[in-house]
């Protein structure tokens, strides 16, 4: 790994939109159905300004040479426990296929990380598929202890996208 | 297990507080450092307000014989993946000691499922300790999937409670 790359992180703009999606779609692993096909495009639009209309959420991406090549979105949750801690969920991670091993994904949550101090979190958390056995690893080198069990159900299926 | 209790649950309100507080200061095995010490008061009090004022999140109590017995915070997060799915996310789980092995946990959960289907919520998600056998039989139970690995990271220590 090297680390010559030096993407400059910054909020997502609508711009970015067909990169991000992009980056979606080519995930197999997740599972998530994302797919560049223009019929699926006004649902991603919607998604992003539900985003860009939240408080408590930021969408960011990194960009090297012009091009989205990372993008992270990161949560500020406030709740009771801890007393009252505000806790910063980080999800929606990827980094285009052929820019990895070259810290491009290190570099996006030590951005992140920093955010989190910034506006006062006290706590960092994510989940990771568990069959992302390279994720987990890197998120344990970063620094994050894998202490819980990730429990999902889906509720809706999603549209075909024709 | 008997399924006599039927709490009612609602949005929690400020004078909820103090029982909710008790809630999270009985639970050991999270070690978030809860206490019902009058001097953290103000730091809970700070953070129901913040998460009164956020859109995105609802505080719920169960109630029981006019007494709050139960509590889960639900979170909702649109984001890119899955064609701009909104996730729901519930945490701060508690149900109180003593009302254990009645089902108040399983009304509750539903019960937030059934809000997560009313605001159009494609997927809930939650984290457990790992460390928490039991609770992780009782979300798989109810139709969760362990799919995912939960990792956390602190920034900042509790004060303390003095």
Redesign the interface.
């Known amino acids: 790994m090297t680390s010559a790359a030096e993407p400059v992180f910054r909020r997502a703009e609508r711009a970015d939109l067909p990169a991000?999606?992009a980056l979606?779609a080519a995930?197999a692993l997740?599972g998530?159905?994302?797919?560049v096909h223009p019929d699926?495009f006004a649902?991603?639009?919607?998604?992003?300004e539900?985003?860009e209309a939240?408080?408590?959420?930021i969408?960011l991406v990194g960009v090297l040479g012009g091009e989205v090549v990372a993008?992270a979105?990161v949560?500020f949750?406030?709740?009771?426990?801890?007393?009252?801690?505000?806790n910063m969920?980080i999800?929606?991670v990827q980094t285009r296929d052929d820019m990895r091993g070259q810290g491009i994904g290190a570099k996006l949550i030590h951005h992140c990380?920093a955010l989190?101090?910034e506006r006062?979190?006290?706590?960092?958390?994510?989940?990771?598929?568990?069959k992302r056995a390279d994720a987990?690893r890197f998120?344990?080198r970063?620094?994050?202890?894998?202490?819980?069990?990730?429990?999902?159900?889906?509720?809706?299926a999603?549209?075909a996208a024709t």
């Open positions: 991000l999606i979606f995930d997740g998530h159905g994302d797919t699926a649902r991603y639009e919607r998604a992003f539900r985003i939240s408080a408590n959420d969408l993008t979105q949560t949750t406030t709740s009771l426990p801890s007393r009252g801690r505000t969920t999800e929606a990380i989190g101090r006062g979190a006290g706590l960092i958390q994510l989940m990771s598929n568990a987990h998120y344990e970063l620094g994050f202890k894998k202490s819980h069990a990730g429990f999902k159900m889906v509720l809706e999603l549209p």
